[in-house]
């Protein structure tokens, strides 16, 4: 597979948009050979991709598309160090801007100005190349593309479709995780090139604003977030904070995450006498400096901590000694296996987002047996009282009402956490295809 460098040669630096409505998407036969799957994405299963849920969300969904049989692809911004195309069984790596992110080691989205144009200019005309000789064969393909710096290559995509005139055997989505961007895209073009997708109905309302009407197909899980953590970290972690509410929030540092909502949280469980401790792990982002002078104003005692070793073993080695902290800020990152050590040992895990698309992170809190906080903006999935706690305003002694009344009544919330994992597998990647991705593809064919 030629790297974008090289492909460059084929790319159009400006094109024509072609009007016209969307073509039909094909039927997709479950089992088919003939399908294949190609979902475009910033974001990648490289730790150089790493950023969010976006991350998480395709992974998640191209490794259960490629278990399920299907021949599927994947196109990032990946790692420059490794190959340009790594395949796994039916999945193919497709690592796109290694040329430009050599010398922007500091992830996905370091020097994603010059990033974003070379991916809308290069991948299409490749991704078409690709598509055309499947199509030439007899096979049907969908496109899946992610976030706004794919919104313009889908338009590019789609042009180059048309004149290939092939456009009726591929079909496309664009879907939108978040708000980020959203003034960058021409929506109206974009509704005319690909079906256009959303992971919450608490999303779909927002666009609506934006003159479309996406459809809702949800973030799923993959098969580790129900692996139970190991019993030794567990019962360390356990050890470390007994008699105290350990309360866990990961989020990048972002005002609409609810970090300073949280300090008040935690000030109040400390002024009624409940020994808390808040996990915090949060991102590079400045806000963390906002937080952190918000703990100490609020006279909560905060350290850092890092990671020794890897693995949950160090992560709750990072842990010990913290009898006179209210709060540790975790600097190190936390692999998924370690965050489920941490979900689960917590009294809860505040998923407490002003915003949130979807919440992840409290889906996650469930896999893993978890007590999961949510806000006030709607997760479809959070049922208050029944699998998850769900914070109806901004006042801390609500919370502290709550984690008071379960602490006093451990069968409701051993309930809770049951209910929750009962949850969380309807969300598991193979029922969110089969279920919803599948059935809306075949709908879609049929108009």
């Known amino acids: 597979m030629a790297s974008a460098a090289q492909s460059a040669h084929l ?9 016209g409505s969307s073509q039909g ?3 997709v036969h479950p089992h088919g050979a003939a399908t294949h799957f190609h979902v475009v994405s910033f974001e990648g299963p490289d730790s150089y991709s790493r950023a ?9 969904l191209t490794e259960a598309l490629a278990n399920r049989g299907f021949e599927t692809h994947l196109w990032f911004v990946g790692d420059p160090n490794l190959p340009g195309h790594e395949a796994k069984g039916q999945l193919h790596l497709h690592r796109w801007c ?35 000789q499947h199509a030439r064969e007899g096979g049907q393909a969908v496109v899946l593309a992610e976030e706004w710096q794919t919104a313009n290559a889908v338009l590019h995509l789609d042009s180059l479709l048309r004149r290939a005139g092939v456009r009726s055997q591929i079909g496309v989505l664009w879907n939108a995780n978040n708000t980020f961007g959203f003034d960058r895209i021409d929506w109206e073009a974009l509704a005319q090139a690909a079906t256009v997708t959303t992971v919450s109905r608490y999303m779909k309302h927002l666009m609506r604003s934006r003159g479309v009407d996406p459809i809702v197909i949800p973030n799923g899980l993959s098969a580790d977030a129900f692996e139970p953590p190991p019993r030794g970290p567990m019962t360390e972690l356990c050890r470390h904070v007994r008699n105290r509410i350990m309360v ?7 005002p609409d995450k609810g970090w300073v909502a949280t300090i008040g949280i935690v000030r109040e469980l400390k002024r009624q006498g409940l020994r808390p401790l808040l996990v915090a792990r949060g991102g590079v982002e ?5 937080v952190l002078a918000a703990a100490a104003e609020a006279g909560l005692r905060v350290v850092e901590r890092e990671q020794a070793q890897p693995g949950p073993a160090g992560m709750v080695d990072a842990l010990e000694d913290l009898e006179g902290a209210d709060m540790v800020s975790l600097r190190s990152p936390v692999g998924a296996e370690s965050r489920r050590v941490l979900l689960r040992g917590s009294a809860t895990v505040l998923a407490n987002s002003h ?11 469930m896999a893993a047996g978890g007590l999961a906080c949510t806000g006030y903006s709607g997760e479809d999935y959070a049922v208050p009282g029944r699998n998850a706690v769900v914070l109806q305003t901004g006042d801390p002694r609500e919370f502290v009402g709550v984690i008071r009344r379960l602490r006093e009544n451990p ?9 929750g994992r009962l949850t969380a597998r309807q969300y598991a990647w193979p029922e969110i295809i089969e279920r919803c991705l599948m059935p809306r593809l075949q709908l879609l064919a049929a108009h």
């Open 52 to 60: 969010g849920g976006i991350a998480s969300r395709v992974s998640g």
């Open 248 to 254: 866990t929030k990961i989020a990048r540092w972002d």
């Open 11 to 19: 790319c159009e630096r400006a094109w024509p948009w072609e009007s």
């Open 411 to 419: 069968d409701e919330e051993r309930a809770i956490r049951r209910a």
């Open 286 to 290: 400045p806000h963390g400096a906002d």
């Open 355 to 365: 915003h949130e698309p979807f919440g992840l992170v409290g889906l996650e809190t």
């Open 25 to 27: 998407l094909p039927v």
């Open 98 to 132: 290694q040329w430009i992110s050599q010398y922007h080691p500091g992830g996905v989205y370091d020097g994603e100005e010059g990033k974003v144009p070379d991916f809308v200019a290069s991948l299409p005309p490749f991704l078409t190349e690709v598509l055309l």
